[in-house]
């Protein structure tokens, strides 16, 4: 079915020669359903993305003159935009079929919604890589039980609809180092201005979910940004987000096993200590359980062991991510004494 609606289609793009293609092939097939025009923001990429872009004679393109961020990068296309429905999709994202109509029609049936997401899928396109389908899983958990539409904290910046100039009024996208963060701090804006953020069954993308020491990396990284929004906000993400209170406290467990393993090393059988390990160990499968059901049920009991031990990664990824924050706001800190007394 196709809605009498004008959407701009805005892609921002970074080195995504490997994946550029086969998105655009499925977001021209879904943009039949509108007037519509297709965007890409290369952000300054290296490799052959552009090239690949302008094959596509229905595919606007625009080139930053230097690398500034995926936040800029939409921000970009909001300003190209004629239209002023808006469809983010990332370039590394195959969205579903008519899931950009599912989403539109969400969309203009509320004016109190500000934006309306599709839900990933934990299925990986990153082939014979398990740490990729750990990832895909603990990405996507969280929406499992949802029969229709969910209300969240975060907008699903990766692949979601608004109106451009709602966008404008609230002010646009915040640039971050590297990607993530965006979807929180823009989330939070959209409900402190009153309106709510969806994401909806029928709207699905896959993509290709990195190995886990990729995540672990982005999580030091991303765990650094989100702190400082935490801070504004002094609430944690809704479920599904990969920023609640259960992330919260499983990073904590972590850091207690890790001390554990340590004191461990340095007084050798210690029966307590050994106690104290498995007790934490059990707090951890237990408050993680539903995950690690719904982790063995998509891809096998081998899985569920895999996942105890995935999840002590990507948790040291939050805490050292924390102590970056810390080390940050003590430089800082420090920083601007000096400058003061100096002057």
Request: aromatic share 12%; glycine share 6%; hydrophobic share 40%.
């Amino acid at each position: 079915m196709s809605l009498d609606l004008k959407v701009s289609f805005v892609i921002p793009a970074y080195n995504a020669e490997k994946t550029i293609n086969e998105c655009l092939i499925n977001v021209i097939r879904e943009s039949d359903n509108f007037s519509s025009e297709i965007i890409v923001i290369d952000d300054c990429s290296s490799d052959d993305t552009i090239k690949i872009v302008k094959k596509f004679s229905n595919v606007k393109n625009y080139t930053l003159r230097k690398n500034s961020g995926v936040g800029y990068a939409r921000n970009v296309g909001s300003r190209l935009a004629k239209n002023d429905i808006l469809c983010y999709v990332d370039s590394d994202l195959i969205i579903s079929k008519n899931s950009v109509q599912e989403l539109v029609k969400k969309l203009i049936t509320d004016d109190k919604i500000g934006s309306v997401g599709a839900i990933p899928e934990s299925v990986t396109l990153t082939k014979n890589s398990w740490s990729s389908k750990f990832v895909g899983l603990r990405s996507a958990f969280g929406f499992e039980d949802v029969i229709d539409e969910v209300e969240v904290s975060d907008a699903q910046s990766e692949f979601f609809v608004i109106y451009n100039d709602f966008l404008k009024k609230i002010g646009g996208w915040k640039y971050y180092r590297n990607a993530g963060g965006e979807e929180y701090e823009l989330g939070h804006r959209i409900v402190f201005f009153n309106k709510k953020n969806l994401k909806i069954k029928h709207a699905t993308y896959k993509t290709y979910w990195s190995n886990i020491s990729t995540r672990f990396t982005k999580n030091i990284d991303r765990t650094e940004k989100y702190i400082q929004i935490f801070v504004k906000r002094k609430k944690f993400d809704s479920k599904g987000s990969g920023a609640t209170s259960g992330h919260a406290i499983s990073a904590l467990l972590t850091s207690f096993l890790c001390l554990n393993v340590i004191l461990l090393i340095i007084i050798e059988n210690s029966v307590n200590l050994i106690n104290s390990f498995l007790i934490l160990l059990l707090l951890q499968i237990f408050l993680e359980f539903k995950f690690l059901i719904f982790a063995k049920n998509k891809q096998g009991l081998k899985m569920f062991f895999y996942a105890i031990l995935g999840i002590q990664i990507l948790n040291i990824g939050i805490l050292l991510g924390g102590l970056f924050f810390l080390y940050n706001l003590t430089f800082n800190y420090f920083k601007s004494i000096f400058n003061i007394s100096s002057k």
